[in-house]
């Protein structure tokens, strides 16, 4: 398996992309890590798990809000059915933040 699942691509001409990071081989894909990597370089940790970036979006954050910051209020999606209790995006982001280190350390490696 690759080290990134492509997930979703921020729009036809933004180039980034939010990519489920393999950090893990022997966990379930759900379990893996989200990440936004852009075309100018931005890199970011969306979630720790695939039900944390469900909760992100059903919560109306999308990619490029966790990564450029929120600069308007976001629309929850009520009709979707995430699993799990509710979480907060600043819960969400806060703990995604944590993985930063080793996913610049990830990409630094893989560029060489």
Not at 28 to 46: M, N, R, Y
Not at 72 to 98: D, F, H, K, Y
Not at 99 to 108: A, G, Q
Request: aromatic letters at 6%; hydrophobic letters at 50%.
């Amino acid at each position: 398996m690759p080290p990134l699942l492509a997930a979703a691509i921020h729009g036809p001409f933004a180039g980034g992309l939010a990519a489920i990071w393999i950090r893990e081989r022997a966990a379930a894909l759900d379990t893996q890590p989200v990440v936004f990597l852009g075309s100018e370089g931005e890199i970011a940790v969306l979630a720790r798990n695939l039900a944390d970036y469900l909760w992100l979006v059903g919560n109306g954050v999308g990619p490029l809000d966790a990564v450029d910051g929120l600069h308007r209020t976001p629309t929850p999606v009520p009709e979707l059915n995430v699993p799990g209790e509710p979480r907060s995006t600043g819960a969400i982001l806060a703990i995604a933040q944590l993985l930063r280190p080793e996913l610049e350390e990830f990409v630094e490696q893989m560029c060489r």
